[in-house]
């Protein structure tokens, strides 16, 4: 943790680590996060560049797979109880999800599938996944502890999070079936910090590089969230889009999404339920 008694955490869709290390390592010798979730690393586990990270001051907890998915969380505090995948006896998606406790909170961070096309099956798992997720919260928290899911939701909820919201309508990520499927996860106990500090229009995380200018018109989306229990919100200090790392050269097509956090009391001073 920052001397400041702040907490600062990131979450990062790379969209492949190795083809991000250079801005990345830059943004985090500049920005010093204490915490910084990754996804999409696109990466085997022994091809993960744990070292680069821990010679920036890191712990490093990974998971991944040839060339799709992929997630990690980069701590300045020793992770613990961290464990991958959906663990209820489906597929369990390890390259997917990733969990940690620290002292301060607990972080659930994912990489929720896109979906493809709504009459896909791919379509259907994802929807499929916020059910399984929201059992996931149950089995091993309890919404009176401070946790935090972030990640690249691929969910954009509200209108004000795409774009042109008439033109995007029935899209896999910006519909009103996967709109209520992250709702329903978010009824367990879960509070969106983001709008809590930027309620306006027009902050995106996400500019598909398929669509000309897309970023210098900013014709973007927000899928990446910071969603947090009551007593970890009530402790949120600011949340915001660092669109600089959109800016360079190869960028991923999503930007760093930051939250800020004051210390408070130690997430195992908290009831929680795990299994």
């Not at 909170?105 to 399984?132: C, H, L």
Request: overall charge negative; hydrophobic content about 35%; some cysteine.
């Amino acid at each position: 943790m920052q001397a400041s008694g702040k907490l600062t955490i990131a979450t990062f869709n790379v969209n492949s680590i190795r083809q991000r290390m250079a801005p990345l390592l830059e943004w985090i010798a500049y920005n010093d996060p204490d915490i910084l979730c990754l996804q999409e690393t696109k990466v085997q586990d022994r091809d993960f560049p744990k070292d680069d990270f821990e010679e920036a001051g890191y712990h490093v907890a990974f998971k991944g797979m040839k060339a799709y998915n992929g997630v990690a969380i980069l701590s300045k505090e020793t992770p613990g109880d961290v464990a991958c995948g959906l663990d209820d006896g489906g597929e369990p998606d390890e390259a997917r999800l990733i969990r940690a406790r620290f002292k301060a909170m607990s972080i659930v961070n994912t990489y929720v599938p896109q979906g493809q096309e709504v009459d896909s099956p791919k379509y259907a798992y994802k929807i499929g996944w916020f059910r399984r997720l929201k059992a996931y919260f149950e089995r091993h928290f309890s919404p009176n502890e401070p946790l935090l899911w972030t990640g690249d939701l691929n969910v954009a909820p509200e209108d004000i999070d795409v774009y042109d919201p008439k033109a995007l309508a029935g899209h896999v990520c910006f519909n009103p079936e996967v709109t209520a499927a992250l709702r329903d996860v978010m009824a367990w106990g879960l509070i969106d910090v983001f709008r809590k500090y930027r309620p306006d229009p027009g902050e995106y995380t996400f500019w598909d590089y398929r669509l000309p200018r897309a970023f210098e018109k900013n014709l973007g989306w927000r899928l990446d969230h910071l969603l947090a229990t009551k007593p970890l919100a009530g402790r949120s200090i600011d949340a915001y889009v660092d669109r600089g790392t959109r800016e360079g050269e190869k960028p991923s097509d999503h930007t760093i999404l930051v939250g800020v956090f004051s210390q408070g009391v130690p997430a195992h001073e908290s009831h929680h339920r795990d299994v």
